[in-house]
């Protein structure tokens, strides 16, 4: 994993933690972020070093607190459109990585920020994360998918609230409403919640996990039946490794040791 100018990075137990490090603009993502991700993500899928990512923002006060105003304060319809096209595109590579990934969401968390921690496969609060899509107070709407996500998550009318109000919910309330999965007192019980839960993935078989993967996104895809994804999947375990040693293990009363092949 190289360096990067917006985003630390670092590999530690198997799981790459990536913090995005913009603290004096609260981690607005802007354009150079949103690359460094796209690269990053694409890295991660055939990294054997990497086996989960927990996705942070640096410092107390914010994970993201939305894309970077000063680059959408002059956009034409072409970029507009161009600019949307793009953060849903780098979204849709996280939210399809083959590996598991954990938002931990400390503070703000809103616009584009609520928007990526959507994209990730698990949120993880602090209590004083705060969740929005407040772009209607700038006259736009959500572009990186969050009109799409966020009902999915939380349901229509809710999310039409949210959107439309551009009001912020507190931690607890995003909790009551399944946009987070647990929420933790401090940042750092967070983290440990993050790899506690990872922790115990990465003891599964790695191929089972990405096709859990596949098959719940296959879900939201209008084009893909998600029952034929789940059958061809279910077959295609059957001829790994994994599957070998996952059943041999229990007949034989021992704990498996799953390669990912
Ligand atoms: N894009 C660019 N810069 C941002 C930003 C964003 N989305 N959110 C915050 N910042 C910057 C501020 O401009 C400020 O920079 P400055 O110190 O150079 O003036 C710095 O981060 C700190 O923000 P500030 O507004 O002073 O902090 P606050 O505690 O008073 O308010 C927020 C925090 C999050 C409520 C407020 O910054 C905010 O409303 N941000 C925009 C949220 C938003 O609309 N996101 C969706 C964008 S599409």
Redesign the pocket.
């Known amino acids: 994993m190289g360096d990067f100018h917006t985003i630390l990075t670092e590999i530690k137990n198997g799981v790459l933690y990536l913090t995005i490090n913009r603290e004096?603009?609260?981690n607005?993502l802007n354009f150079n972020t949103l690359e460094e991700l796209r690269t990053i993500f694409d890295e991660v899928v055939d990294n054997k070093e990497i086996k989960a990512v927990i996705l942070t923002g640096a410092g107390e006060?914010?994970f993201v607190?939305?894309?970077?105003?000063?680059e959408?304060a002059d956009l034409n319809e072409v970029n507009a459109r161009k600019f949307a096209e793009n953060g849903q595109e780098i979204f849709s590579m996280i939210e399809n990585c083959n590996k598991p990934v954990i938002a931990v969401t400390n503070g703000?968390t809103?616009?584009?920020?609520c928007e990526l921690a959507m994209a990730c496969h698990m949120r993880i609060a602090t209590a004083n994360a705060k969740f929005g899509?407040?772009?209607v107070?700038?006259g736009?709407i959500?572009g990186y998918g969050g009109t799409q996500r966020l009902t999915i998550l939380i349901g229509r009318g809710k999310a039409n609230e949210l959107m439309m109000t551009g009001n912020?919910i507190d931690a607890q309330e995003a909790k009551e409403l399944g946009l987070v999965n647990h929420v933790l007192p401090t940042k750092e019980e967070a983290m440990a919640k993050a790899e506690s839960i990872l922790k115990t993935i990465m003891e599964k078989a790695p191929l089972a996990i990405g096709m859990i993967i596949d098959c719940v996104n296959a879900v939201y895809l209008s084009e893909e039946n998600g029952y034929q994804t789940e059958a061809n999947s279910f077959a295609r375990c059957v001829k790994s490794g994994d599957y070998v040693e996952g059943t041999s293990a229990f007949l034989e009363k021992r704990k498996p040791v799953f390669r990912g092949e």
Do not use: F, M
């Open positions: 004096p603009s609260l607005a006060k914010a607190a939305g894309a970077d105003i000063r959408i703000y809103l616009g584009g920020g899509q407040p772009e107070n700038l736009i959500p912020l």
